[in-house]
């Protein structure tokens, strides 16, 4: 999996923490609600990075 999607998923991690850090602050359920999903959202994918690099190394280990 590329280093830019990585980052890419880490950002969105970092923004739905502000999103539900700034909902919270302002008593704002629906951002801070929003904010939960876009962590999960990020999540989900960072865990499909995760289980695209273990095929690629179970991949590598046939090879060799």
Same mark, same amino acid.
Not at 44 to 50: I, N, P, T, W
């Given at each position: 999996m590329g280093m830019d999607d %990585?980052? %890419?998923h880490e950002a969105e991690e970092?923004?739905?923490k502000a999103k539900e850090a700034t909902g919270r602050a302002t008593d /704002?359920?629906?951002l801070e609600a929003e904010g939960? $999903?876009?962590q999960a959202e990020a999540n989900? %994918?960072? $865990?499909? /990075? %995760?289980v695209k690099d273990a095929?690629? /190394?179970v991949k590598d280990a046939f090879k060799s």
């Open positions: %990585k980052l %890419k970092l923004t739905g /704002d359920e629906q939960r $999903a876009d989900v %994918k960072s $865990a499909g /990075d %995760k095929v690629g /190394d």
